[in-house]
C-alpha cells in the first residue's frame, strides 16, 4: 500500500519537476571473454546523494529494483545472473520503512552471454533513484549490443 501511494503522490507532484531531475547516467560496453562469450557491463554513475536499488531486495513493497530485460534475439545465452558490485550500502531506509540494499558512486552490473556470431542484442534496464528524502520514478534505458 505504501508503494502505491508513494507512487501516487509522485505523479501528482508534477513530473516536470522530475524531469529536470537526472541524478543518474548509465554506460555500457561489452568486453568479449573469447569462445563467443562476453560481459556485458553496465555501470551507473550516480550524482552524490542519490542511489540505485539492487536487483536482489528482501520484499516487493519498497523501491523498484534494479532489473535487467534481454530482448529474445535467437543465438543469445544468458550464462548465470547479473552481477552487481560497487559502494553498497545496506541496512533500514526510513522512506521506504524497510531494510534495502542500494548503491552510490558507481556501481557495475555484468552479465555474461554466449552468442552466435554477429548477434545484435537488445533490451532495456529499469532503475529507481532516490536520495534520502525524495524517489524518482522509476526509469527505463534501452541498450543494445552488436557482438561481432
Known sequence: MKKV????FALLAGSSLFAQLNPVKWSYEAISVGDSEYEL?????????WYVYSQYLES?????PTSFTWGEEAG???????EEAGSMHEGYDDIFEM???KYS???TFKQR??????????????????DNDR??????IEFRFNLE
Open 105 to 107: 558512486g558507481r556501481p
Open 60 to 64: 516487493d513493497d519498497g523501491p523498484i
Open 113 to 130: 552471454v554466449r552468442v552466435n556470431p554477429n548477434t545484435l542484442l537488445t533490451g532495456y534496464l529499469e532503475y529507481m533513484t532516490c
Open 76 to 82: 543469445v545465452e544468458l550464462i548465470g545472473k547479473t
Open 5 to 8: 501511494l508513494f507512487f501516487a
Open 41 to 49: 557491463v553496465f555501470t551507473a554513475h550516480i550524482t552524490d546523494g
Open 99 to 101: 531494510n534495502v540494499v
Open 135 to 140: 524517489c524518482l520514478p522509476p526509469t527505463e
